[in-house]
């Protein structure tokens, strides 16, 4: 079965500078996805990035990048030039290529302070 | 583009009583999850629908809960007798398809609360 884990339960930043939630994850597949969903207070899940592991290239989406070691197992996501509204709970995921369930991290809660 | 729909948002039961959500996901999607994400936890899949057939349940505890998704659009998730443990978010994502690499999008949940 998959495993995912994120170890950092919170992380604070401030505004304007950088921050890394760490991802890591077990599994013995070799095609699948992995995904950074940001969880606000209003509960809503929002897709924050995707990489699928026969990419070698790195994913990036404006001010969020992720660092993909698919030998280390490990997917953290870079958040650049924080802003207030990424304050949230951040999740790693996990999806193989043949299937769809989505197995999901503890989370990160990320506070970004002005 | 409308995004999906879930009511109530909040719900508050006394132990043993039945309760029921409802999720009205993107026009056009024929899959559809329920998700349970207790306080403090990453939400895990309970139930997926393709169209009006079940793709995955196996983590359905189905001796309480149970799930429908008439006609392949609506669905309706029913816990029948709750339990405190049953107390988390129940959220609801809808895709396009059921492929791996497509883009689940998620309502904003209804918070049970059993007492």
């Known amino acids: 079965a998959q495993t995912v884990t994120q170890s950092q339960p919170e992380m604070s930043v401030q505004e304007a500078e950088t921050v890394t939630l760490s991802c890591t994850y077990d599994?013995?597949?070799?095609?699948?996805?992995l995904f950074w969903y940001k969880q606000p207070p209003s509960r809503q899940m929002i897709l924050v990035i995707r990489?699928?592991?026969?990419?070698?290239q790195n994913a990036t989406e404006n001010r969020f990048s992720v660092n993909f070691q698919k030998a280390a197992k490990s997917f953290s996501l870079k958040i650049s030039d924080s802003q207030l509204g990424d304050t949230a709970m951040y999740f790693c995921?996990?999806?193989?290529?043949?299937?769809?369930?989505?197995?999901f991290g503890e989370g990160t809660q990320l506070t970004v302070n002005p | 583009e409308a995004g999906v729909a879930q009511s109530p948002r909040y719900k508050i039961i006394e132990k043993r009583q039945s309760v029921a959500f409802w999720c009205n996901p993107i026009?056009?999607?024929?899959?559809l999850y329920w998700y349970q994400q207790i306080l403090g936890q990453g939400p895990k899949l309970l139930i997926q629908?393709?169209?009006?057939?079940?793709?995955?349940d196996s983590q359905l505890p189905k001796d309480r809960f149970s799930a429908e998704r008439l006609k392949g659009v609506d669905s309706t998730l029913k816990i029948q007798p709750a339990k405190l443990e049953d107390s988390a978010v129940y959220l609801c994502?809808?895709?396009?398809?059921?492929?791996?690499?497509?883009?689940?999008?998620f309502g904003p949940g209804t918070r049970l609360t059993v007492l």
């Open positions: 599994t013995s597949e070799n095609n699948y996805y």
């Open positions: 995921a996990f999806r193989e290529t043949s299937g769809s369930r989505l197995t």
């Open positions: 026009s056009g999607h024929a899959t």
């Open positions: 994502a809808s895709s396009l398809e059921g492929t791996s690499g497509t883009e689940q999008f």
């Open positions: 990489q699928e592991a026969y990419k070698q």
């Open positions: 629908f393709q169209n009006n057939g079940v793709v995955d």
